[in-house]
């Protein structure tokens, strides 16, 4: 060792300097207090409307409230007379069964139309514009041309090529009354999802295509390998969005079924306004709206939190 190396080694060694706080480039900038004057009142505008009526749902689910009049606090009881309840149960049980239906479809369909309408055909924005006309008729006048069409029509056609299970009508099948809600649904819940995956083909550079066409890939392999995990976020969207819809299927059973036959396609929020407004259960299907809140909130999480972590591989 040298002498040099000796006297480093015995001598004090200095202590690293603090790093200087970088002081960043918008600390000094000034806030146009006008972004203020509009982000607050809307703000303030938006939790009254929703977050105070939210905050009183809650509190009426603990009463035994007809929606006027008198209550008492009564608890948990809501609560737990709802894990009690049979047609709660199968209300959420159909609503499950049906929006996973409706989401399934509505994603298949949805994704095949968009892949077909971004590849290079004639009358490209044609299609895309009769693809989403369904998407601006209202639920329920469409909705009551589907009953007559599953009422009339379809039924007459089933009687004439002789086909059993068509040859009544759906609506009032207590085995096939699903049939006719999640047809519509699907129907009009496609040309919301194609737009979305529009969006994410097109976010795709061509070269990439072109570089794969040069391996020789086939054109199943360019849609698993390249589309998909490329348009991976919008299918996460789609997805919660259409699911989220789907749990929320209302309109439709309105318009078709009415809950019928027999209580047969009574959904959640169908329930909850059919007993909390006409049925005397105010705080009861309130508590019932609180609960399936919960629902909806903690699929959306695993939804996004599944999917999202899928992406990031």
């Given at each position: ?49 929703l ?14 409230s007809q929606g ?56 490209k ?5 009769i ?79 072109e ?34 819809n ?9 318009a ?26 105010y ?16 699929i ?7 999917f999202?972590?899928r992406?990031?591989?």
């Amino acid at each position: 060792m040298s002498y040099t190396t000796m006297a480093n080694s015995g001598a004090p060694q200095r202590e690293p300097q603090p790093k200087k706080r970088r002081i960043s480039a918008f600390s000094d900038r000034k806030v146009d207090r006008a972004y203020y004057w509009m982000a607050v009142p809307a703000a303030v505008v938006f939790s009254i409307f929703l977050y105070v009526p939210f905050i009183q749902g809650i509190a009426y689910s603990f009463t035994n409230s007809q929606g006027y009049g008198n209550f008492k606090w009564i608890g948990f009881k809501n609560y737990v007379a709802l894990f009690g309840d049979s047609r709660v149960g199968h209300a959420y049980l159909f609503t499950f069964f049906i929006a996973v239906l409706i989401t399934v479809l509505i994603n298949v369909i949805a994704m095949f139309l968009a892949v077909a309408l971004n590849g290079r055909i004639a009358f490209k924005n044609g299609f895309r514009a009769i693809y989403f006309i369904p998407y601006t008729l209202g639920v329920l006048v469409i909705g009551y041309v589907f009953k007559y069409i599953f009422m009339s029509p379809l039924p007459a056609l089933g009687k004439a090529l002789h086909i059993g299970w068509l040859s009544d009508s759906l609506l009032t099948s207590q085995q096939y009354s699903w049939v006719p809600i999640v047809f519509l649904a699907v129907w009009q819940g496609v040309a919301y999802s194609v737009l979305i995956y529009l969006a994410g083909l097109q976010t795709i550079d061509s070269e990439i295509y072109e570089a794969a066409a040069i391996d020789g890939v086939n054109a199943w392999q360019n849609f698993w390998k390249i589309t998909f995990p490329l348009i991976g976020p919008f299918f996460t969207i789609n997805l919660v969005l259409s699911m989220k819809n789907a749990l929320g299927t209302f309109d439709q059973v309105v318009a078709l079924t009415d809950g019928g036959p027999d209580s047969a396609t009574e959904t959640v929020t169908y329930l909850i306004w059919k007993g909390g407004l006409t049925g005397g259960e105010y705080a009861y299907q309130t508590a019932n709206a609180v609960l399936f809140f919960v629902v909806l909130a903690a699929i959306a999480f695993i939804q996004l939190k599944f999917f999202g972590d899928r992406e990031k591989v």
